[in-house]
């Protein structure tokens, strides 16, 4: 079973710091376009920061210049560094990629969504 696993969430204050991570398991062949994105209750899920697997970012406006996406392609991880915490950053973080695995000598493509880390930022 292949999936996405996060971590790192918890309860900061604001201004304060917080690292979240992905990482893809099961049998994993490759990781292509990977991202995070949130939902704060009553809202629709955003996109905070997206990386391709080449590398290139992209960011929500509200975010550039305070949080900063990676990966690591050969362990199949990414992580997303939140500094500058506000208290409009508090919501449920998800991960999200599109992964590729083996099954039965064939190579299936799934896009995935992670289970979600709590976010919280108080004033």
């Known amino acids: 079973q292949v999936q996405l696993v996060e971590s790192g969430g918890g309860v900061v204050h604001s201004g304060g710091s917080l690292r979240l991570s992905c990482a893809a398991s099961g049998n994993i062949f490759s990781v292509n376009d990977m991202g995070w994105y949130r939902q704060a209750p009553g809202k629709q899920r955003d996109m905070v920061a997206t990386i391709t697997r080449g590398g290139t970012t992209n960011y929500a406006d509200s975010v550039k210049g305070r949080f900063t996406i990676s990966r690591d392609t050969a362990k199949n991880t990414m992580s997303l560094q939140m500094n500058s915490l506000k208290p409009e950053d508090t919501a449920v973080y998800y991960c999200?990629?599109?992964?590729?695995?083996?099954?039965?000598?064939?190579?299936?493509?799934?896009?995935?969504w992670g289970q979600g880390t709590q976010v919280s930022v108080s004033t």
């Open positions: 999200n990629g599109d992964v590729a695995y083996m099954q039965l000598d064939q190579i299936h493509v799934l896009n995935l």
